[in-house]
């Protein structure tokens, strides 16, 4: 049995290179403030804790935009939450203090 070398061309023969060039979805310390930033939400009706995990989670996600360029949104969505959580603390504690001294 005889094998025909034209459909097997070994000398113009290419290589296939494999690159991962998909996204990462995001670096440790945006995942950090995101988490920071869902808690301070989460637990907005306490006194204390959404004041100190909001500014936790917007430090820790300016760090992030300032240190990594991957998991910007991540960092964003963070900043965005931990904000929203700190405000709703403060005037939760705002409330507070001025329906019970008045």
């Avoid at 998909?22 to 637990?43: A, E």
């Avoid at 969505?77 to 929203?84: A, F, L, Q, R």
Wanted: charged share 15%.
């Amino acid at each position: 049995m005889e094998y025909n070398n034209d459909y097997y061309d070994y000398e113009n023969k290419k290589k296939i290179i494999v690159e991962d060039k998909s996204k990462k979805n995001g670096s440790k310390l945006s995942t950090i403030s995101l988490v920071f930033g869902i808690i301070s939400l989460v637990v907005c009706w306490a006194f204390v804790f959404p004041i100190v995990i909001g500014i936790t989670g917007l430090i820790i996600g300016i760090m992030s935009l300032v240190q990594e360029k991957e998991g910007n949104g991540m960092a964003i969505g963070g900043i965005i939450t931990s904000s929203i959580g700190l405000i709703c603390g403060i005037i939760e504690l705002l409330l507070f203090v001025i329906f019970y001294l008045f």
